[in-house]
C-alpha cells in the first residue's frame, strides 16, 4: 500500500520528483517524474491499484490561462509518461476510471 506520497519542486524551473513510500514509511523511493517544468500551483497524485497512478500537474498561469499536464505510471511509481497534451490552457476537470479509460475536459 501506498502512503505519504508528496510531490516537490527543486528549484524555480526546475524538475518534479515524486517521493512514496510503499512499507508505511520505515523505507522512501524516489522518481523523476518531469524535468524542466514551471512553477507548480495544482498537483494531484492518486494510484489506482499497485502499479497504476496518475499525477496532474498545472503551473506556468498567465492570466486566465496555465498549462497542465497528466503523468501516468504503469510499474507502481517508479517511472512517469507525460500523456498527449492537447495544449488548450483551460483545463476543467480530468476523471481517472481506469489505467485504460480517462476523461479531460477543457473550457
Same mark, same amino acid.
Do not use: C
Given at each position: ?17 515524486? $517521493?512514496? *513510500?510503499? #512499507?508505511?514509511?520505515?523505507?522512501? +523511493?524516489? %522518481?523523476? =517524474? ?21 499525477? $496532474?500537474? *498545472?503551473? #506556468?498561469?498567465?492570466?486566465?490561462? +496555465?498549462? %497542465?499536464? =497528466? ?37
Amino acid at each position: 500500500m501506498k502512503i505519504a506520497i508528496f510531490l516537490k519542486e527543486i528549484e524555480l524551473h526546475s524538475y518534479i520528483v515524486l $517521493i512514496y *513510500s510503499n #512499507d508505511q514509511g520505515k523505507t522512501w +523511493e524516489e %522518481s523523476l =517524474v518531469t524535468e524542466p517544468f514551471p512553477v507548480m500551483r495544482f498537483r494531484k497524485v492518486d494510484f489506482l491499484n499497485e502499479n497504476f497512478g496518475y499525477i $496532474i500537474i *498545472s503551473g #506556468d498561469r498567465t492570466m486566465s490561462q +496555465e498549462a %497542465s499536464h =497528466v503523468f501516468l505510471t504503469h510499474v507502481g511509481g517508479k517511472s512517469w509518461e507525460e500523456t498527449n497534451n492537447s495544449g488548450v490552457t483551460r483545463l476543467i476537470s480530468i476523471e481517472v476510471f481506469n489505467a485504460k479509460v480517462t476523461r479531460t475536459t477543457y473550457h
